[in-house]
């Protein structure tokens, strides 16, 4: 063990007695929101400590979102979790054995979502930290936010930073309630079938940030494993730069949820000198099959980042904002202007994004300043002159305080990026004057702009997107799934007569779209069949989406743009796993397999993408776990994949290996000795879990990793337990008195011998012992009742009660997670 992963951190943080542990894992239904500005974070012991103005940084993993009083659109997440049994089933239970086994009778018909949709109320059915719930919540529509100076002045005098940089501030206050679009959202698919949405969302981003440079390395002719660029040339900076920025949003990832699991510890720590036994997420009968918050943070912050690229069409903008105040003194000009600009200035999208997405033109009225009759007026002119997809906006310049009576917090967004939420703790810990981060607004504000979203979303964005699926449906896909589209499809990959592909080493057929920089121009057959898959997708048609990309995967292939392949190959697999079932359970596992294999070969040798390998295995492995059956055993070997490929960093590691254990928990046996369930492996994995947290000093979640362990060894037989194995009982053991030694008291609080690093001093001699009595190490485990945190399995026989009775006076008093 190195220093580094041994040392545990020097901000402490004291929690109250009867205040839950950040690492409670209670369903979202039971949870009770947090309030704002009630944590108390100081310790006197410490030299430093972090503020009590910066607890709310940390608020996505003490209190999961959805279960917070001060969303948006909190109503309808509370009233859509009440609506569902207090005892409901996890959805991996629900989905066991339906789709790769025999399970439910009607599977075939339903989709996934409408499967776990089917045992609770609406609004999806499934927690708002599950991950099919986050998968649904990233591949939403991208609306971009374009505004003027004077609506810059406007959202800086209600209190908002963001506002110094160019749209930021509406762009700020507007993002949190696209989150989750109020009430019902009427969705068409290709066929005219209309279905309601209550858990439907909207991205809102800054115009013209975020695009990813060119990836050169691998785009283009590169063979297998090959970092070359078009034509097999080195890559230029822009493909380096584009990889780059991937590896360090994974590190970014990384250390934001490091940061989380620190102020756990910390948190810990500073209850453990109470005089009440702290509170740990152990002492209550946590669902093993429960998502943990830091592995919902890990997987939102990786769903958060992804760029503007060029290979998929998920964040380019579907519509944009554009804003001016009724203080500006020539509006028309200035709407004007903000349309040039997004057509043709400097921020205008790059050729691989469609320049004709929806503008839609909104007027932000003065309420307290400002002439409501010339603001009425103006709005008229604006819909005579740009149409109907129009809006008048109207809030209060003031800014609300925290004592108005009529003012609510406005929390912070789920989806910020990993390096915004890094950035702010940073600056909570290096500023000493940092101050709460939550803003707050007025209550007629939230109601108008809730209005304003869902106008704009049900009334302009989903129908422009449902007129252009039927548009490139009819015109550009139904002509390739033809007769003569497949003659086509046949010429390009069999140029007759020419050797340019041969010879060229490589690279693509002079009848090929693909642009030898590495990307399909927005007006090719390709990128329009692209975005409409993903337009498809972002509107749950996933039988459409499906078979569109379906047939985008061997165009990518014959034109070796291995990253698009590999987008392509990805999106399809997961259309397929989320679509009703219509064949064979072997002959469906097989092409999701075949279709993950060939995205994580693209993605990890021939482009050197690790957030693409990272994010396709994850979610993959994720929704067959819900298909329960066979899909079970699949998605442990592709988390297995994930290890041995080393993708991930410490912190990934272990949430991977908590996950895989999760993914064995889930799968459930027959009969009353439930034959077939993967009990074993669960714990098995818990361990591994363990043990990779022990190294990185998150003793409390290593604590709750044997913890999971412990249970699944004690739904076991009393002759197939862990006793029956001296080498494992001695390492559980050993592993067990590693977490003890780090949750003491006196541990946690940096005395006793313990330095500023957090170095347990006492693991020389632990090692040492750890070949001596094993008898009596094995018995540790099994201590009287009260007794240590031992891993208690089935009862053993008492054969030795001399040795018993010889390690009852060495067991460890009792510490609260007996």
Not at 554 to 578: C, P, R, T, V
Request: charged share 25%.
């Amino acid at each position: 063990m190195t220093s580094s992963s041994s040392r545990l951190p020097k901000t402490r943080q004291s929690l109250p007695p009867n205040t839950r542990h950040p690492l409670s894992q209670t369903s979202p239904s039971s949870e009770t929101p947090l309030p704002a500005r009630q944590l108390p974070l100081h310790n006197t012991n410490n030299r430093r400590s972090t503020p009590a103005s910066a607890a709310s940084l940390f608020r996505s993993t003490l209190t999961p979102p959805g279960s917070r009083s001060a969303s948006p659109a909190g109503s309808l997440a509370r009233s859509s979790s009440a609506a569902r049994s207090p005892a409901r089933m996890s959805s991996s239970t629900l989905m066991t054995g339906s789709v790769f086994g025999g399970g439910i009778s009607a599977s075939k018909n339903q989709s996934l979502l409408d499967a776990v949709d089917s045992d609770g109320g609406g609004g999806g059915g499934v927690g708002p930290t599950d991950p099919l719930n986050l998968l649904l919540r990233s591949f939403v529509p991208h609306i971009a936010i374009h505004t003027s100076e004077d609506v810059d002045e406007l959202v800086r005098d209600k209190g908002f930073r963001g506002a110094s940089r160019g749209g930021g501030g509406l762009w700020e206050l507007l993002r949190p309630f696209g989150e989750r679009v109020q009430g019902r959202v009427m969705i068409r698919d290709s066929n005219g079938a209309a279905k309601a949405w209550e858990d439907f969302a909207v991205r809102f981003v800054r115009f013209g940030e975020g695009v990813e440079e060119l990836e050169g390395a691998g785009a283009a002719g590169g063979g297998s494993g090959s970092s070359s660029g078009p034509n097999g040339k080195d890559a230029g900076g822009a493909g380096k730069d584009g990889r780059r920025r991937r590896e360090e949003l994974i590190a970014e990832v990384e250390t934001v949820v490091e940061r989380h699991l620190r102020f756990a510890e910390g948190a810990y720590a500073g209850s453990a000198g109470m005089s009440s036994p702290p509170l740990t997420p152990t002492r209550e009968a946590a669902d093993v099959e429960a998502t943990s918050p830091y592995y919902a943070l890990y997987l939102r912050r990786l769903l958060s980042g992804m760029p503007l690229a060029c290979h998929e069409s998920f964040a380019h903008p579907v519509a944009c904002v554009m804003a001016i105040s009724s203080r500006n003194p020539a509006p028309i000009e200035a709407l004007q202007k903000l349309y040039r600009e997004t057509s043709t200035g400097q921020r205008s999208p790059p050729p691989w994004v469609d320049g004709e997405y929806l503008r839609y033109y909104v007027l932000v009225h003065d309420e307290e300043n400002g002439d409501i009759a010339k603001s009425m007026a103006l709005f008229e002119q604006m819909k005579r002159n740009f149409g109907l997809h129009c809006h008048l906006l109207r809030l209060r310049s003031s800014q609300s305080a925290e004592t108005d009576d009529d003012s609510i917090p406005l929390p912070r967004s789920d989806w910020m990026t990993a390096a915004e939420e890094l950035a702010d703790i940073e600056e909570s810990e290096t500023r000493e004057d940092f101050e709460d981060p939550t803003r707050y607004i007025f209550e007629s504000d939230a109601t108008a702009i809730r209005t304003f979203v869902r106008e704009m979303v049900t009334q302009s964005v989903l129908p422009t997107m449902e007129r252009n699926v039927s548009i490139w449906n009819d015109q550009v896909a139904s002509r390739r799934r033809g007769l003569s589209g497949r003659f086509m499809s046949l010429s390009k990959r069999f140029t007759f007569g020419s050797s340019s592909r041969s010879s060229s080493g490589g690279g693509s057929s002079s009848s090929s779209n693909y642009d030898a920089l590495g990307f399909y121009r927005a007006d090719s057959p390709e990128a329009i069949m692209r975005r409409l898959a993903d337009f498809a997708f972002m509107l749950r048609d996933w039988k459409l989406a499906m078979s569109t990309y379906d047939l985008l995967r061997s165009d990518f292939q014959n034109d070796k743009a291995w990253m698009y392949h590999a987008s392509a190959n990805e999106m399809a697999a997961l259309a397929l796993l989320i679509m009703p079932q219509n064949m064979s359970s072997k002959t469906r596992l097989e092409t999701i397999n075949q279709m993950l294999e060939q995205a994580f070969y693209s993605y990890h040798l021939r482009c050197n993408s690790l957030y693409g390998a990272v994010r396709c295995t994850v979610l993959g492995l994720e929704l067959l776990r819900l298909r329960g059956g066979s899909g079970i055993d699949e998605a442990v070997q592709w988390g297995t994949r994930v290890l041995e490929s080393r993708l991930m960093g410490t912190v990934g590691d272990a949430l991977l290996k908590e996950r895989m254990a999760v993914c064995y928990a889930s799968k459930k046996g027959a009969g009353s000795q439930a034959w077939g369930s993967r009990r074993r492996k669960s714990a098995l994995w818990s361990v591994l879990s363990a043990k990779a947290w022990v190294a990185q000093a998150k003793y409390v979640q290593a604590h709750k990793c044997l913890n999971d362990a412990r249970r699944m060894y004690a739904l076991l037989p009393g002759e197939c337990g862990v006793q029956s194995f001296g080498v494992a009982s001695d390492f559980l053991a050993h592993l067990n008195d590693q977490v003890k030694a780090g949750l003491r008291p006196d541990v946690a609080r940096g005395d006793d011998g313990y330095g500023e690093d957090g170095l347990d001093e006492t693991e020389v001699d632990e090692e040492s012992e750890t070949l001596g009595n094993k008898r009596s190490r094995r018995t540790s485990l099994i201590g009287p009742p009260g007794g240590g945190a031992g891993l208690e399995t089935a009862p053993l026989h008492d054969t030795k009660p001399a040795t018993m009775q010889g390690r009852k006076e060495d067991a460890a008093p009792d510490d609260g997670f007996g």
